[in-house]
């Protein structure tokens, strides 16, 4: 898992428009949170991913951008965002990479038997790249109203 003052893995994935984001072109010029969650359209899924949207203006006033992951596809994840005017940035990890890279799959036993999936999770990347913040485990619900807070300390 990976810890608070680590630079922060690089990726290139497709958008629900499928166009590739390739997270290295913000470095120097905004922060980034990234959040993986397990998948679209789920309760806790889609309240962090409408937060998120809520307060996206707030966070751009800080310089910073707001990604959500998770394994779903694209056309998935623009099906979830017109459904629920989800304005962030999703972005479809179908092969799992990035999930990898952030140690956010993970096993869990569930009756008895291992099951693999994304563990909620957030990372506060700053301008230089760096993991200010490592969360996994998280919850959904206010959250993002968090994450704002750990953002603004970043830029005081």
């Known amino acids: 898992m990976l810890k608070a003052g680590q630079a922060a893995p690089m990726f290139v994935l497709p958008d629900?428009?499928?166009?590739?984001?390739?997270?290295?072109?913000?470095?120097?010029?905004?922060?980034?949170?990234?959040?993986f969650y397990p998948r679209d359209d789920a309760p806790c899924c889609t309240l962090q991913a409408t937060d998120f949207s809520d307060h996206e203006d707030e966070f751009a006033r800080l310089d910073c951008l707001i990604i959500g992951i998770s394994r779903d596809d694209c056309i998935k994840h623009a099906e979830f965002r017109d459904k629920?005017?989800?304005?962030?940035?999703?972005?479809?990890?179908?092969?799992?990479?990035?999930?990898?890279?952030?140690?956010?799959?993970?096993?869990?036993?569930?009756?008895g038997v291992t099951k693999?999936?994304?563990?909620?999770?957030?990372?506060?990347?700053?301008k230089q790249g760096i993991l200010?913040?490592?969360?996994?485990?998280?919850?959904?619900?206010?959250?993002?109203?968090?994450?704002?807070?750990a953002v603004k300390e970043l830029n005081s």
């Not at 984001?21 to 010029?29: P, S």
């Not at 693999?116 to 700053?126: E, L, N």
């Not at 200010?132 to 807070?149: E, S």
């Open 116 to 126: 693999y999936g994304i563990v909620r999770s957030t990372f506060v990347i700053d």
């Open 84 to 111: 629920h005017g989800i304005s962030v940035c999703l972005l479809s990890d179908a092969e799992g990479s990035a999930c990898e890279q952030y140690g956010v799959w993970q096993a869990r036993e569930v009756n």
């Open 132 to 149: 200010r913040l490592a969360l996994y485990g998280v919850n959904a619900k206010g959250h993002a109203l968090a994450m704002l807070r």
């Open 16 to 35: 629900a428009d499928m166009e590739l984001i390739d997270i290295a072109r913000f470095k120097g010029r905004k922060h980034v949170i990234l959040f």
